[in-house]
């Protein structure tokens, strides 16, 4: 997690699971609700189906949280509120006070090092960019250029993951349609050679992710989408490559923290990521361990969206009838057009998760009951364009 230290944040994972207050989104919802320093964010609080995912999802959204006022930092403010909450007689009360402090002075001390050094020239940071003054809203202008990065992994090294049927084949349609709506797109997947820098291997996939991140600009949007395994790893959601082995999961696997990291580094002020993930032993399944979903926005919106095949309890499954994991192929005929609510000749984030959710749940009437229903999570401004049809005839 950024900022905060790991063993921090295993001791903080663990502290939280002993609250009552993340048994359910109701009681969540009631903290921030009622305790007003928390309130900025309570129509944004993270739901989950489970103790673990509720709690790895509020540390997530919250870290990079700050009061405008005060600028304290959400999650320190949640600790607090926590540990006001328990008899000071709990073991509990001087655990989650010594965690507030610890995770204040680690999240200053980040904060402090991601500071812009100065430069010969005031008001310009290291990376010639202007800076905003306090008194200075950045100017919202319409999407620049679109940018995709998609990974399909079908086979792997490793005997304990086994081999998944259609993730190369969702990739390749999704790079076909993704090249129609004008975006641009690196796709890795392992029909390519072995030697082929686009061969999905963990080093390719960072190499061509970082290459994206130091490209894009600000008004640029860039989509990122995985169609592969997944599995967690100290409690944290990996994306398992072709070279990805059991054993080393945590150097060979991609973190999703670190995709996402990346991704915020970036520049650009609109990205969205996709997972049509499955977990390892699944041969025509899906899984995706940790679903944590994140940002929508419009014309002039910026923010990140996470949308991922399922909830944390739910197999993502492929579909042999349309050679493509169900996730993926709605959301192909969503960006096809589908999706597109009121004839605005445009689809957005907020479009897809709507059209793919109902759709998923026909699917699952129309196959035994199988129940799989996207999980998403949006911040930012708006509802980002994903496919726009305006300047084109279709």
Same mark, same amino acid.
């Given at each position: 997690m950024a900022g905060i230290p790991p063993q921090l944040l295993n001791r903080l994972r663990q502290a939280l699971l002993e609250c009552e207050q993340f048994e359910s989104d109701s009681k969540l919802r009631s903290v921030f609700n009622s305790y007003e320093p928390l309130r900025p964010w309570r129509s944004s609080v993270p739901q989950a189906d489970s103790l673990t995912s509720r709690v790895d999802n509020v540390i997530g959204f919250l870290v990079d949280? &700050?009061?405008?006022?005060?600028?304290?930092?959400?999650?320190? @403010?949640?600790?607090?509120?926590?540990?006001? %909450?328990?008899?000071? /007689?709990?073991? &509990?009360h001087q655990q989650l006070t010594d965690l507030a402090v610890? @995770?204040?002075?680690?999240?200053?001390?980040? %904060?402090?090092?991601? /500071?812009?050094?100065p430069t010969n020239q005031p008001g310009i940071n290291p990376r010639s960019n202007a800076l905003q003054t306090n008194n200075q809203a950045p100017e919202l202008r319409p999407i620049k250029n679109r940018w995709a990065l998609l990974v399909g992994?079908?086979?792997?090294?490793?005997?304990?993951?086994?081999?998944?049927n259609f993730c190369v084949d969702d990739v390749l349609a999704l790079e076909e349609r993704l090249k129609a709506l004008n975006y641009i797109v690196v796709c890795l997947n392992d029909k390519l050679e072995h030697g082929n820098s686009r061969f999905p291997t963990c080093d390719n996939v960072k190499a061509e992710?970082?290459?994206?991140?130091?490209?894009?600009e600000p008004d640029d949007l860039l989509l990122v989408h995985f169609a592969?395994?997944?599995?967690?790893?100290?409690?944290?959601?990996?994306?398992l490559v072709n070279n990805t082995r059991s054993q080393t999961l945590g150097t060979t696997g991609l973190s999703l923290e670190e995709i996402k990291r990346h991704m915020r580094s970036s520049n650009a002020?609109?990205?969205?990521?996709?997972?049509?993930?499955?977990?390892?032993?699944?041969?025509?399944?899906r899984d995706i361990n940790d679903p944590q979903f994140i940002l929508n926005a419009y014309e002039l919106a910026e923010g990140f969206a996470l949308i991922a095949a399922s909830t944390a309890q739910q197999k993502a499954q492929e579909w042999d009838g349309k050679k493509h994991g169900v996730f993926t192929y709605y959301l192909l005929e969503a960006l096809n057009g589908k999706a597109d609510r009121g004839s605005k000749r445009f689809v957005t984030v907020d479009d897809i998760?709507?059209?793919?959710?109902?759709?998923?749940?026909?699917?699952?009437?129309?196959?035994?009951?199988?129940?799989?229903?996207?999980?998403?999570?949006?911040?930012?401004?708006?509802?980002?364009?994903?496919?726009?049809?305006?300047?084109?005839?279709?």
């Open positions: 949280k &700050r009061r405008g006022d005060t600028q304290e930092n959400a999650l320190v @403010l949640l600790l607090r509120w926590l540990t006001n %909450s328990i008899d000071q /007689e709990d073991e &509990r610890q @995770l204040e002075n680690a999240l200053r001390s980040t %904060s402090a090092r991601n /500071e812009p050094q992994v079908n086979s792997y090294n490793d005997p304990n993951f086994g081999r998944l992710l970082i290459q994206l991140c130091e490209m894009v592969c395994h997944g599995k967690l790893f100290n409690g944290m959601p990996v994306l002020r609109r990205l969205v990521l996709t997972l049509d993930a499955c977990h390892m032993g699944i041969e025509t399944g998760k709507t059209y793919v959710l109902d759709s998923l749940r026909r699917w699952s009437v129309e196959n035994g009951g199988i129940i799989q229903e996207p999980t998403a999570y949006t911040e930012g401004l708006g509802d980002i364009i994903l496919a726009d049809y305006r300047n084109n005839l279709r």
